[in-house]
């Protein structure tokens, strides 16, 4: 068992090449959707879950300005910053270092997280077969496989595969780069764990077992301050999958792998002050704490879990069989963070969701187990490799489906996909003039625009990140609203401290809202006004 990490030159380079083809593909939609983005519109680089894309763009505003502590932007209440979301906020400061557009340093942060994903998740398929061809077929399924959305979408059925993009791999490489970035950390720590505890049939320092070496302990807890630094979320999931699978070991040897146990012990102690102090501030800063009140990510049900994997699930239940009767320590591994995550996403947290997050790797590794050892002996040998890719690409249909449907969506119609011309010349001119706490007041439908491409806070723009998000969003409907009074948009004027708003164009008759405003910026189409301070 302890060669099965062993890697070829060859495997290497096969690796390297598809995994840059892998990423590469993932790039293609977001190119034909820029060239296909309808005249007078900036696409905004976004084809899945635009707000938390817009969201991801507004950390990296608050970076590219020069902070380290993170604000919320789409809430005008002033609040104390936290050491929160630092993955981000360094991307903004590499975006104003290598002087890119913020929409232009995402991706290609995303794709070198994809790239780093790929490559680790091939040392650590590695670690559960000797077989090459079980490999590749593993990192292939891995890489392009998902449920059955895709067969689901045209009956109005919206199944996980087709937006939670943290519990399936080619998703997560095409949306952003922290999921990605995550998982490939996630693997790295489970892969130490697990090599750490395989040699030795009785792993305690008086059967002989040699402690860690000092470093790697430290590169341990390196990892596990990564984890915490890039997805806080991952890391119950990832030390959940360490910890059972360390008492399953246990169980079945009748003693405790301490080298393992002190390889997760190290990660551990990376990752927990930063994972507490996110604990600790998210209740402490009353902004934050409002937040997290509203910030609800339920996990979905059973059955559309079940849905959601198809075809890799189908695969991975005999799989689960053949690995409890095995039970190596690699099985093992596989039943644990099976079984840990399935129970970590029905534990009762608001963020339970979350929890999915890596849930295809041990899945699809349960499934190649099937293929290896049930399906392709009863096979002829010169017929595995077409049943193999016919298997890969039947389980891959929701991956085209995701980004045809959003590139449609873009070429069709201006949405939340593209920033309306006149957005986007003033978000430019706040950036250029004004401080980031000038509050910005925007209907509900451009709010989101203002924190992603100016920095600006805004009274609504985000279904969670604005604090009593339906609150505010209901009074900006009235602002707006033909039939609301100057009294009325005056006082939510003053109750948020508003210094500009954006409206539509000043007709020749009058002020389109009433309140005499003062036009900072004229577009076509729209003006953004500038509320003067009361004396």
Known sequence: MGAAHQVTPQERRWVLLWSAGIVGLTALPYLIAWLLAPADTQYTGLLVNHLDGESYYAKMQQGARGDWLFHLPFTPEPHEGAFLFTFYLALGHLAAW????IPVTYHLARLAAGFFFLQTAYSF??????????????????????????????????????????????LSLLVNPHFPLAMGIMLAILGRVLVATWDAPRPTPAAGQSWPAPFRLLGSAAL?????????????????VAAVYLGLWALQTRAWPWSGVLEAGAATAGAAPLALYDLYVSRANPALAAWSAQNLTPSPPPWDLALSY?????????????????????????????????????TPFPLQRRFITGLHIPLVLLAALT????????????????????????SALTNLFVPLVAILGVAREPGPLVVPADVVAACRWLQGHTAWTD??????????????????????????ETIDAEIK????????????????????????????????????????????LTPAWVGQAMTLYRVEAKP
Not at 316 to 321: H, Q, R, T
Not at 382 to 390: D, E, H, I, Q, S
Not at 445 to 456: Q, R, S, T, V, Y
């Open 371 to 394: 293929m290896e050892r049930w399906l392709w002996p009863r096979l002829a040998p010169r017929r595995r490799p077409l049943f193999t890719a016919g298997l890969i690409a039947l």
């Open 310 to 346: 198809g075809l890799v699930l189908l695969l991975a239940l005999p799989g689960l069989w053949l690995a409890f009767r095995r039970r190596r320590p690699s099985d093992l591994l596989l039943l644990g963070w099976v079984g840990s995550a399935v129970a970590l996403l029905y």
């Open 224 to 240: 596990g301050l990564a984890l915490a630094l890039v997805q806080p979320l991952a890391v119950p999931v990832a030390f959940t």
């Open 473 to 516: 969003k209901t009074e900006v409907l009235r602002f707006y609203d033909p039939g609301a009074s100057p009294a009325e948009r005056s006082a939510l004027l003053d109750r948020y401290g508003v210094q500009y708003v954006l409206g539509p164009a000043a007709p020749p008759d009058g002020d389109p809202v009433g309140l005499e």
């Open 98 to 101: 290598w002087h890119l557009p």
């Open 125 to 170: 398929i590695a670690l559960f077969t000797e077989r090459i061809a079980a490999r590749r077929a593993a990192f292939l399924l891995l890489s392009f496989s998902s449920g059955l959305g895709w067969l689901l979408a045209p009956f109005g059925i919206t199944l996980s595969d087709l937006w939670v993009a943290e519990g399936f791999t080619f």
């Open 439 to 464: 509050t910005v007041l925007a209907p509900p439908e451009l709010g989101h625009f203002i924190p992603a491409w100016a920095g600006n806070r805004v009274v609504y723009g985000h279904p969670f």
